[in-house]
């Protein structure tokens, strides 16, 4: 017995380093393999090999459909795209925070609509006020500032304001498999724009740092502004009005003034993308548009043809005629939000 015992502790230590070799060759491999999907909260399918085929198309210098790096130019949605846009979108929420913030200022709002909903917590009064009541507040909430008192508005917003439902912060409701998107994306030499029909001005104090985007690579909806002198201080002051909406057919002209060239690469969630989606697919050479069709309502919403916000109709009609990609999020993706 005891000879066998001492031939069975011989054997183990001849297998252990054997044993050992094998674990760290299937470590390695793993980590090769995690290291080279740089999508990895995209799960494995025909939508995620699209993205991948097409920029390896698009960036091989000996294929036909190569793209110049300048040339290489993605454009993604905010709202719905990037990150959740319901009950309501971000920017509104702020934008009540900020009627609340400055009531004391203005006792009139007390029994002026829609000013009064707002700060007697009625939304279905709100929503009922339509596009012109929201403008309204809009306007009363976001004007009359400087540029820099607006940053600093936002970003305090930012750092305290969370989601109703997720109790996260709201740039914490930002979609992980986007993140990884747009990172694999600059890794590719694209260069990334947010299209947005938000504000640009809301947008861009906080876009690099969740993001990873430039303030200059923000197209948004703007509000008038002039530049005055007050006393030693030259300002940027914010006017109550809007000088241009970024919205649907707004939303190609954003890009060609702001951007130049025609984009390869689109990425939308609403009918508000159409004309964006449609204008990037209809150039020549390859070209890829792509939809996040909201359907997972546990790990975050699901609505489409009939939604309030983010509706979701002709261009999920169209879809297979113009060869857009359709993501669905409950099947799609791995994970929703970042850990």
């Given at each position: 017995m005891k000879g066998l015992k001492g031939m069975r502790n011989r054997n183990s230590e001849r297998s252990l380093p054997w044993a050992t070799s094998v674990a760290f060759l299937c470590a390695s491999c793993l980590a090769q393999a995690q290291a080279q999907d740089q999508l990895p909260s995209w799960n494995e399918g025909g939508v995620k090999q699209a993205i991948v085929d097409f920029v390896a198309q698009v960036s091989d210098e000996d294929g036909n459909d190569y793209v110049p790096p300048a040339e290489r130019i993605a454009v993604f949605d905010n709202d719905g795209?990037?990150?959740?846009?319901?009950?309501?979108?971000?920017?509104?929420?702020?934008?009540?925070?900020q009627i609340a913030k400055l009531a004391s200022d203005h006792p009139e709002w007390k029994t002026e609509q829609p000013f009064q909903a707002v700060l007697e917590g009625d939304m279905e009064a709100v929503a009922a006020s339509g596009r012109t009541g929201l403008l309204k507040l809009a306007t009363a909430a976001q004007s009359g500032m400087t540029a820099e008192e607006f940053d600093s508005a936002v970003n305090e917003w930012a750092r305290t304001a969370q989601h109703p439902r997720f109790h996260r912060l709201y740039t914490r409701c930002v979609y992980q498999p986007q993140l990884e998107l747009l990172e694999y994306l600059k890794s590719k030499g694209f260069k990334t724009f947010i299209v947005s029909g938000g504000g640009v001005a809301f947008m861009r104090p906080w876009t690099a740092q969740v993001y990873g985007l430039p303030r200059e690579r923000v197209v948004g909806s703007r509000m008038a502004a002039e530049y005055q002198v007050?006393?030693?201080?030259?300002?940027?002051?914010?006017?109550?009005?809007?000088?241009?909406?970024?919205?649907?057919?707004?939303?190609?002209?954003?890009?060609?003034?702001?951007?130049?060239?025609?984009?390869?690469?689109?990425?939308?969630?609403?009918?508000?993308?159409f004309q964006m989606l449609e204008y990037t697919t209809g150039g020549t050479g390859a070209r890829l548009g792509l939809i996040v069709h909201h359907t997972d309502g546990?790990?975050?919403?699901?609505?489409?043809?009939d939604s309030r916000i983010g509706r979701l109709r002709q261009a999920l009609d169209e879809a297979d005629e113009n060869g857009w990609v359709v993501v669905d999020m409950k099947r799609d993706w791995k994970q929703v939000f970042p850990e």
């Open positions: 795209t990037l990150w959740c846009e319901q009950p309501t979108y971000g920017q509104v929420a702020f934008i009540l925070d007050e006393g030693s201080k030259r300002v940027v002051l914010r006017q109550p009005r809007f000088d241009f909406v970024n919205d649907k057919e707004g939303k190609v002209v954003g890009i060609y003034q702001h951007i130049g060239l025609r984009p390869i690469l689109a990425f939308g969630n609403s009918d508000g993308d546990e790990r975050e919403y699901a609505y489409d043809r």
